[in-house]
T-cell receptor
Framework: DAGVIQSPRHEVTEMGQEVTLRCKPI?????LFWYRQTMMRGLELLIY????????DSGMPEDRFSAKMPNASFSTLKIQPSEPRDSAVYFC???????????FGSGTRLTVV | RKEVEQDPGPFNVPEGATVAFNCTYS??????FFWYRQDCRKEPKLLMS???SGNEDGRFTAQLNRASQYISLLIRDSKLSDSATYLC?????????????FGTGTRLQVTL
């Protein structure tokens, strides 16, 4: 298995632009998580899905952030409009049974200038 | 108060030393516990689960004290390759929901 695949690896965008991050979970994993990591706040859970259904989006910072999981093999995290304070590494992770050994993707390093 | 608290370090130790990391968690309903390792500019990876009875994996020993809401990780005979950030992780189940909460990590630097 190729593991959790995220794209792009790096994204530099201008403030106000729309950013879309993509994630392909491990086949057979029924939970998918989006995390954001910064030096100041560490890893923060933004949203997670179980069987493609959003379960908890209380970590999504504001309405500029949205996430979808149209099928078991694909999820997106969208920021519109982006702001400099959104600069961070965004990780996607998947697991079976939600919490017993997450597998993380390599992350997307987002810089908003 | 943060849900999971760790000393950020860095811990600078010579090769061969024994080093211990501690972590406290605030939610007594937390049900499972882990240590993850994160190398610089890489993703976190599961190092080991933590059980109430304590568990060992080679040079690594993890302990859980539920009464004190305290988790520890001991690394014996440190290697240069152990240099990384160690993340204390807590899982709380609520009904069908389950999610991991990460501490901000403790950085370890092992030197010659």
């Amino acid at each position: 298995d190729a593991g959790v695949i995220q794209s792009p690896r790096h994204e530099v965008t201008e403030m106000g632009q729309e950013v879309t991050l993509r994630c392909k979970p491990i086949s057979g994993h029924d939970y998918l998580f989006w995390y954001r990591q910064t030096m100041m706040r560490g890893l923060e859970l933004l949203i997670y899905f179980n069987n493609n259904v959003p379960i908890d989006d209380s970590g999504m910072p504001e309405d500029r952030f949205s996430a979808k999981m149209p099928n078991a093999s694909f999820s997106t995290l969208k920021i519109q409009p982006s702001e400099p304070r959104d600069s961070a590494v965004y990780f996607c992770a998947s697991s079976v049974q939600g919490g017993y050994g997450y597998t993380f993707g390599s992350g997307t390093r987002l810089t908003v200038v | 108060r943060k849900e999971v608290e760790q000393d950020p370090g860095p811990f600078n130790v010579p090769e061969g030393a024994t080093v211990a990391f501690n972590c406290t968690y605030s939610n007594s309903a937390s049900q499972s516990f882990f240590w993850y390792r994160q190398d610089c500019r890489k993703e976190p990876k599961l190092l080991m689960s933590v059980y109430s009875s304590g568990n060992e994996d080679g040079r690594f020993t993890a302990q859980l004290n539920r009464a004190s809401q305290y988790i520890s990780l001991l690394i014996r005979d440190s290697k240069l390759s152990d240099s990384a950030t160690y993340l204390c992780v807590v899982n709380m189940h609520t009904g069908t929901a389950s999610k991991l909460t990460f501490g901000t990590g403790t950085r370890l630097q092992v030197t010659l």
